[in-house]
């Protein structure tokens, strides 16, 4: 007789005292209503529920998922099975429970849908562990980097991060040139036209009309440093977004913070723009060098003779021959390693 096969089935385990056997069978919510999270504020998630017939709007089919909703707000809190998940600003989550959107309510987050982006940032360039990387927002699929001309100067190095952060997240950036009336935009914009980064200019009284047909239909993040008139120009772009705006300090030549978390906001054109708080740093100890070369295609097949490890940065690199050679243009090398040694943490010259 061939001997009998156990399994787990076979194995009786007897509860404690006060205890019930646990189960991995978790509920799967099939009557789970889909969301749209617009802001996040200490473990409370408020969310846009769409609904059809309430605004007579409905996404259409060749826009992002959430750029074109309409709906109810709902406020949710996260569900016990989700653990330490993160929910974060742009997010596509299903609720349950009291999705009314009535007040006093509370619905809960039960599954956070697959995103198609995630911005994120270290909180230093020595951070290199996962639990340091700190996510921005979700399922963006337009990164605005909003930079002042003047008044506070603009600085390069920090724009390059959020290019690099940009390559990473597979997210396109855009360059958003505030206060021309300041000072000219010529020099910042041949800094970066090597990169092919598209770019608006904006002054003062002046329209909007250019940004407003790039920001329409996609879900767009807006980041700068504090002071750059980000804030200003969300105000501008949705009139009823009340966002606080500040000055620069005269003395230190930075401004205040003033936005203090991310927030969604439905542009009257279609779209949605991501306001997120002013940062002074922008750490990439999360990026790898690979990451940082995919943005520069034209220069991959110089790297196949680089030694081992190369960081392309050091005087073995074999970059240097391939472009002297003719196979690239030097613009595109001396960008690459001004954001190569962005993430390795160089300071700010400007």
Not at 251 to 261: A, D, E, L, N, Q
Request: aromatic share 2%.
């Amino acid at each position: 007789m061939r001997k009998r096969e156990y399994d787990e089935d076979d194995v009786r385990v007897r509860p404690g005292k006060g205890s019930r056997p646990r189960t991995r069978i978790r509920p799967a919510h099939e009557d789970a209503v889909g969301g749209f999270v617009v802001a996040v504020d200490r473990g409370r998630y408020t969310c846009l529920v769409e609904s059809v017939g309430e605004k007579g709007r409905r996404r259409k089919k060749d826009q992002p998922e959430g750029a074109a909703m309409s709906g109810r707000i709902v406020v949710a809190m996260k569900a016990r099975e989700l653990g330490r998940k993160g929910i974060v600003v742009g997010d596509r989550v299903a609720l349950v429970g009291d999705v009314s959107g009535a007040s006093d309510t509370l619905a809960r987050v039960v599954r956070v849908e697959p995103r198609t982006s995630m911005l994120r940032r270290s909180a230093d360039d020595t951070d290199n562990t996962d639990g340091i990387e700190r996510p921005v927002v979700a399922n963006a699929d337009q990164l605005v980097i909003v930079t002042a001309l003047a008044d506070p100067p603009p600085r390069p190095r920090m724009i390059d991060r959020m290019l690099v952060a940009a390559f990473d997240a597979d997210i396109e950036p855009m360059l958003c040139l505030t206060k021309s009336d300041l000072a000219s935009p010529d020099e910042l914009v041949s800094l970066y036209s090597p990169l092919g980064v598209p770019y608006v200019v904006l002054q003062k009284g002046g329209t909007l009309d250019e940004v407003r047909e790039c920001l329409s239909g996609r879900i767009s993040v807006l980041v700068g440093h504090s002071g750059v008139g980000k804030s200003t120009l969300v105000n501008a772009l949705v009139p009823d977004a009340n966002r606080a705006v500040s000055h620069v300090n005269a003395v230190t030549g930075r401004g205040r913070h003033t936005s203090t978390s991310a927030v969604a906001l439905e542009l009257p054109e279609g779209g949605w723009i991501i306001d997120t708080p002013g940062v002074r740093s922008f750490g990439l100890a999360h990026v790898s060098v690979e990451t940082v070369l995919a943005g520069f295609p034209d220069l991959v097949e110089g790297t196949i003779a680089c030694p081992k490890g190369c960081t392309h940065l050091s005087e073995e690199c074999a970059l240097d021959a391939w472009v002297a050679a003719g196979h690239a243009d030097p613009a595109r090398l001396v960008s690459l390693r001004r954001l190569l040694a962005s993430r390795e943490g160089a300071p700010d010259e400007d």
